[in-house]
Nanobody, 113 residues
Framework: QVQLVESGGGLVQAGGSLRLSCAAS????????MSWYRQAPGKEREFVAR????????YYADFVKGRFTISRENAETMVYLQMNSLKPEDTAIYYC??????WGQGTQVTVSS
């Protein structure tokens, strides 16, 4: 079972940028698609982005297209989420997830207006 640890969250002003990281343990990391999800206060957890195991294919929720970029480095067992042009509505806890439904503990992102 892969274990995931997110980092890189914090407080940023609207229009700013953050880069989230997800460190994975486990030798089979490269075989999994990886995703980022988020959960805002009082709302359900929602899909943000996914990257295929090879890194060749990416998918985004409409509300982040053109602003967020997901990437991975299989040799380092890392997944990243580059977030630009942040908006207050992007405030949430961000989680990474494997395609076998392993979740990290999340990292808080707060965007001030």
């Amino acid at each position: 079972q892969v274990q995931l640890v997110e980092s890189g969250g914090g407080l940023v002003q609207a229009g700013g940028s953050l880069r989230l990281s997800c460190a994975a343990s486990g030798r089979t990391f490269s075989g999994y698609d990886m995703s980022w999800y988020r959960q805002a206060p009082g709302k359900e957890r929602e899909f943000v982005a996914r990257i295929s195991s090879s890194g060749r294919s990416t998918y985004y929720a409409d509300f982040v297209k053109g602003r967020f970029t997901i990437s991975r480095e299989n040799a380092e067992t890392m997944v990243y989420l580059q977030m630009n042009s942040l908006k207050p509505e992007d405030t949430a806890i961000y989680y990474c997830k494997t395609s076998m439904n392993a979740w990290g503990q999340g990292t808080q992102v707060t965007v001030s207006s």
